[in-house]
Antibody, heavy 126, light 106 residues
Framework: QLQLQESGPGLVRPSETLSLTCTVSGDSITRYPYYWGWVRQPPGKGLEWIGSLSYNGNTYYNPSLKSRVTILVDTSKNQFSLKLTSVTAADTAMYYC??????????????????WGQGTLVTVSS | EIVLTQSPATLSLSPGERATLSCRASQSFSSSLDWYQQKPGQAPRLLIY???KRAAGIPARFSGSGSGTDFTLTISSLEPEDSAVYYCQHRSDWLTFGGGTKLEIK
C-alpha cells in the first residue's frame, strides 16, 4: 500500500527558506514511470500546484513560483523534498505531497494526482 | 493560462437528490480535466479523471462529463458522506485548479 508522509517545521520566519520532506513507503520513487508532486492550500482557500519530480530526477515547476522553488530527491531514503525561498505570510498553507497517476496516463506531471499525503501546515510568521 | 471557474460556490441539497457541479474553462481544451473531493481536515481525493473516468474505488453515483470549455460533475443520489468541497483541475500546460464548490447535505 503506497503511503506518503510530509514532515518539516511548522513555523518559518519571513524571508527565510521553507523546507519540507515527503517520505514515500510502499514503492520506489525512482520506479518508472512515477512522478511526484507538491500541492499547497492556504487556510480556507483552494489548491495550488507547486511542482513535480520525475522518476529520473527531472523537475517541473508552477511558473508563478518557479523563481523560488526547488524540488530535490534523496533516493537512498526514498524521499523527495521541497524548498521555497524568501517566504512571506502568503506562503502560509497546508502543504501536500502526492503521486501522479500512471493508470492510463502517460503525460508525466500532467497526470492526475491519485495518492496524497495527509498534509503538513506551515505558518510563516515572525 | 487557462482559468477554471466553478459554480455554484455553495450548493445545499438533501440526501437522495441529484447534484450538478459546473467547471468552466477560459479556453477550450481536450479531456484533461479531473475532479477531486476534499472533506474537512483531509487531503483531496481523486474522483474523476479525463473528464468522465471514475478513479479506483469511487462509487458509481459519481459521474463526469463535458468537453471544450464546459465540464460537469454529477452525483446522482446524494449520501450524507458526500458533504465536501469539490475541485476541478486542468492539466494541459501545468496543473491548475478551480476555486471549488462546497456541497452541503441538509
Amino acid at each position: 500500500q503506497l503511503q506518503l508522509q510530509e514532515s518539516g517545521p511548522g513555523l518559518v520566519r519571513p524571508s527565510e527558506t521553507l523546507s519540507l520532506t515527503c517520505t514515500v513507503s510502499g514503492d520506489s520513487i525512482t520506479r518508472y514511470p512515477y512522478y511526484w508532486g507538491w500541492v499547497r492550500q492556504p487556510p480556507g482557500k483552494g489548491l495550488e500546484w507547486i511542482g513535480s519530480l520525475s522518476y529520473n530526477g527531472n523537475t517541473y515547476y508552477n511558473p508563478s513560483l518557479k523563481s523560488r522553488v526547488t524540488i530535490l530527491v534523496d533516493t537512498s531514503k526514498n524521499q523527495f523534498s521541497l524548498k521555497l525561498t524568501s517566504v512571506t505570510a502568503a506562503d502560509t498553507a497546508m502543504y501536500y505531497c502526492a503521486r501522479h497517476a500512471t493508470n492510463g496516463c502517460y503525460a508525466g506531471f500532467r497526470c492526475p494526482l491519485d495518492y496524497w499525503g495527509q498534509g503538513t501546515l506551515v505558518t510563516v510568521s515572525s | 493560462e487557462i482559468v477554471l471557474t466553478q459554480s455554484p460556490a455553495t450548493l445545499s441539497l438533501s440526501p437522495g437528490e441529484r447534484a450538478t457541479l459546473s467547471c468552466r474553462a477560459s479556453q477550450s481544451f481536450s479531456s484533461s480535466l479531473d475532479w477531486y473531493q476534499q472533506k474537512p481536515g483531509q487531503a483531496p481525493r481523486l474522483l474523476i479523471y479525463e473528464a468522465s473516468k471514475r478513479a479506483a474505488g469511487i462509487p458509481a453515483r459519481f459521474s463526469g462529463s463535458g468537453s471544450g470549455t464546459d465540464f460537469t460533475l454529477t452525483i446522482s443520489s446524494l449520501e450524507p458522506e458526500d458533504s465536501a468541497v469539490y475541485y476541478c483541475q486542468h492539466r494541459s500546460d501545468w496543473l491548475t485548479f478551480g476555486g471549488g464548490t462546497k456541497l452541503e447535505i441538509k
